[in-house]
C-alpha cells in the first residue's frame, strides 16, 4: 500500500501563487507514477499535471502549461505542485494520486489518492 498526505492549500489573491506537497510512505516501486487533479463542485475530477518517479518525464494538462510546475523529491519521498498566476476558475480541491506503470491523465488509472487539499482564490 501507498498512503499520500497532502499539505499546502489554502485562501489565495488572484495572481497569487501556491506550492502544494504530496508525502507519499509505505511500500514504493521505482517505477511509480504521481499525479495531480483538481475538483472542482459540479464538475469531473481534472488531470493537472503527472511525473514519473524514477526517469522525471512530465506531462501538463493543456489548461495547466505555463502556470502550474510539477517535481519531485527523491530523498524526501515528496512530489511537488508549484501554482502559479492563480485565478478564481482555479479554485478546486487538488488531490495527488499514485499509480504503476506508464504516465495517465486519467483519474481511474490511479490506485492510491491523497485526502485532497482546498486550494480557494478570492479576492
Known amino acids: 500500500q501507498v498512503q499520500l498526505v497532502e499539505s499546502g492549500g489554502g485562501l489565495v489573491q488572484p495572481g497569487g501563487s501556491l506550492r502544494l506537497s504530496c508525502a507519499a510512505s509505505?511500500?514504493?516501486?521505482?517505477?511509480?507514477?504521481m499525479g495531480w487533479f483538481r475538483q472542482a463542485p459540479g464538475k469531473e475530477r481534472e488531470f493537472v499535471a503527472v511525473?514519473?518517479?524514477?526517469?522525471?518525464?512530465?506531462y501538463y494538462a493543456d489548461s495547466a502549461k505555463g502556470r502550474v510546475t510539477i517535481s519531485r523529491d527523491t530523498a524526501k519521498n515528496t512530489v511537488y505542485l508549484q501554482l502559479n498566476s492563480l485565478k478564481p476558475e482555479d479554485t478546486a480541491v487538488y488531490y495527488c494520486?499514485?499509480?504503476?506503470?506508464?504516465?495517465?491523465?486519467?483519474?481511474?488509472?490511479?490506485?492510491?489518492w491523497g485526502q485532497g487539499t482546498q486550494v480557494t482564490v478570492s479576492s
Open positions: 509505505g511500500r514504493t516501486f521505482s517505477g511509480y507514477v
Open positions: 494520486a499514485c499509480k504503476w506503470g506508464g504516465p495517465s491523465s486519467a483519474a481511474a488509472a490511479y490506485a492510491y
Open positions: 511525473i514519473t518517479w524514477s526517469t522525471n518525464l512530465i
